[in-house]
């Protein structure tokens, strides 16, 4: 007979099970119980060193005593479990009725905001967007948009130069020559991007935003391009504006026109944009045959139709990153 006293085993230790007090413990006492080196593990083993007559009756014993210790240590277990969810809601109360601290989150900048939303306008009528260096040299910029060198368009630029040959884009017109040159046709583009100009006052800025538009195609007419525009302006601004178009001049497009917006018949005309047909120095500089092809572009200040949309009185404001300004949009 194995030395010995089962029931002071069973007892002592269903007390152990039942007095752990933590998950852990109970982990442990398990192990030293029924673990590969455990008590009863190891008890169970010796069983064949005993006489024959007493080893069913051991082994039936021991078995007994294990389910018992297997019981205890699942009861203990929930309770511990339980205890512990008890223990997380009794101390883990929220009070709803805190104050929220909200983290202060930003949003996209008004100009942004009118870039993206004139870009979808264009996008769902099939204009794909594209951009072009701010560095440009003097071809892109001016030559082959049809301003030579002694042209006095230049002098409304007030351009930036870096070097007698570079200098920071005065518009987003160069990007007409390099989408032209390295894009097949047709053609139907929208260029957003920052223009600088040595030019600052409550309406102007050293450096702005502009959005080109080109579409080059066999059939491009200027009643195309009225089209477009008209939708366009109507889609920013309302459909109640009144849109008209005023004979200007840009020397790359022939004839060229102004855009004005009025909010009603008695308030003044609005300038909102240039725009005109490609003229054709410009298509033959990128050697597009001007006989079959035609093209029409477009060019607006992006800030001019925020200032005008949101009656902003200043440029500045788009610049200064003053809070109560931008949390309005
Ligand atoms: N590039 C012109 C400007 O900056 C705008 C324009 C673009 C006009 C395309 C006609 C056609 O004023």
């Not at 518009?171 to 047709?186: A, D, F, G, N």
């Amino acid at each position: 007979m194995l030395d010995i006293n089962f029931d002071t085993l069973q007892s002592d230790h269903l007390s152990a099970i039942h007095d752990a007090q933590s998950l852990e413990s109970l982990e442990h006492l398990k192990l030293t119980l029924l673990g590969k080196k455990g008590l009863l593990t190891q008890a169970l083993k010796t069983i064949g060193q005993q006489p024959k007559e007493t080893r069913a009756e051991l082994g039936q014993r021991i078995n007994a005593i294990k389910a018992s210790f297997l019981d205890a240590f699942e009861k203990r277990t929930n309770q511990l479990r339980d205890q512990a969810i008890h223990h997380r809601v009794k101390t883990e109360t929220v009070d709803v009725t805190q104050p929220v601290n909200t983290a202060q989150t930003g949003h996209i900048h008004p100009i942004t905001q009118i870039t993206r939303a004139i870009c979808d306008f264009f996008g769902q009528h099939g204009y794909s967007v594209k951009q072009g260096p701010e560095i440009e040299t003097d071809f892109y910029n001016f030559k082959a948009l049809n301003i030579p060198d002694d042209h006095p368009a230049r002098d409304m630029h007030d351009t930036f130069y870096l070097d007698p040959n570079h200098l920071l884009r005065t518009h987003t017109s160069p990007v007409q020559i390099h989408v032209m040159e390295t894009h097949e046709l047709p053609i139907q583009i929208i260029v957003p991007g920052r223009v600088y100009r040595c030019d600052s006052d409550s309406s102007h800025s050293a450096m702005f935003h502009q959005i080109e538009g080109l579409l080059v195609s066999k059939t491009a007419s200027f009643a195309e391009l009225k089209s477009i525009l008209t939708q366009f302006l109507k889609h920013m601004f309302g459909s109640d504006k009144c849109v008209r178009f005023r004979p200007s001049y840009f020397p790359f497009t022939e004839p060229s026109a102004e855009v004005d917006v009025a909010w009603t018949d008695k308030q003044p005309w609005l300038e909102i944009l240039g725009c005109g047909m490609v003229h054709p120095n410009v298509l033959k500089a990128v050697n597009i045959g001007p006989s079959v092809y035609k093209g029409f572009a477009f060019g607006l200040g992006v800030e001019r139709i925020a200032m005008l949309k949101y009656n902003i009185p200043s440029i500045k404001l788009f610049y200064e990153n003053d809070q109560r300004f931008l949390n309005q949009f």
